[in-house]
T-cell receptor
Framework: KAGVTQTPRYLIKTRGQQVTLSCSPI?????VSWYQQTPGQGLQFLFE???????NKGNFPGRFSGRQFSNSRSEMNVSTLELGDSALYLC??????????????FGPGTRLTVL | QQQVKQSPQSLIVQKGGISIINCAYE??????FPWYQQFPGKGPALLIA?????SEKKEGRFTISFNKSAKQFSLHIMDSQPGDSATYFC??????????????????FGAGTQVVVTP
């Protein structure tokens, strides 16, 4: 079974631009969570989607948004990029109904650099 | 505020030795505690997880010990190998059986421990 895939793997943008990152969950997984990983703040939860609905959101500004499609694939968007948005963005999927419903499997991440 | 505190920040252990990483939490609603292993340039990989109704779980060379009264849990890596050199993260989650609005899909992570196993 293929794992979580994320595209692109690397991105370089300049301040003020916007960016869209994509995530394909493990087949059969309907929940997709997004995290930001930085050396200073560690791994921080951004939001979670299930059945095309955002069910939970972390403490990030409105510039960070996401969506989920009917095939469970998800995208996240960051508008008006700031230098501090440089990070590894990780997507994780989990299977609804699992005994450990938050048993999350991560993709390789998208490394975003904002210049 | 950081809801899961992890220590130490870094650890050097000789091949064949035992690596021990500790985590502490405050929120008694947490009921799912996974550990992740991350290599440079890769995403975190789920290593082992425990629920608070058991005090210990072992998978191969990896063991989680859980102390509910102390609100602490730890990862022991037995017979550490150079290939175990990585960053390890503990995490915690609320409501694994009865999730609520603020717990869907959300893992609270510790700050991470960089483990180096010397040959």
């Amino acid at each position: 079974k293929a794992g979580v895939t994320q595209t692109p793997r690397y991105l370089i943008k300049t301040r003020g631009q916007q960016v869209t990152l994509s995530c394909s969950p493990i087949s059969g997984h309907r929940s997709v969570s997004w995290y930001q990983q930085t050396p200073g703040q560690g791994l921080q939860f951004l939001f979670e989607y299930f059945s095309e609905t955002q069910r939970n959101k972390g403490n990030f500004p409105g510039r960070f948004s996401g969506r989920q499609f009917s095939n469970s694939r998800s995208e996240m968007n960051v508008s008006t990029l700031e230098l501090g948005d440089s990070a590894l963005y990780l997507c994780a999927s989990s299977r609804e109904g699992s005994l450990f419903y938050n048993e999350q499997f991560f993709g390789p991440g998208t490394r975003l650099t904002v210049l | 505020q950081q809801q899961v505190k992890q220590s130490p920040q870094s650890l050097i252990v000789q091949k064949g030795g035992i690596s021990i990483i500790n985590c502490a939490y405050e929120n008694t609603a947490f009921d799912y505690f996974p550990w992740y292993q991350q290599f440079p340039g890769k995403g975190p990989a789920l290593l082992i997880a425990i629920r608070p109704d058991v005090s210990e779980k072992k998978e191969g060379r990896f063991t989680i010990s859980f102390n509910k009264s102390a609100k602490q849990f730890s990862l022991h890596i037995m017979d550490s190998q150079p290939g175990d050199s990585a960053t390890y993260f503990c995490a915690a989650s609320i409501g694994s059986r009865r999730p609520s609005t603020d717990s869907w899909g959300k893992l609270q992570f510790g700050a991470g421990t960089q483990v180096v196993v010397t040959p």
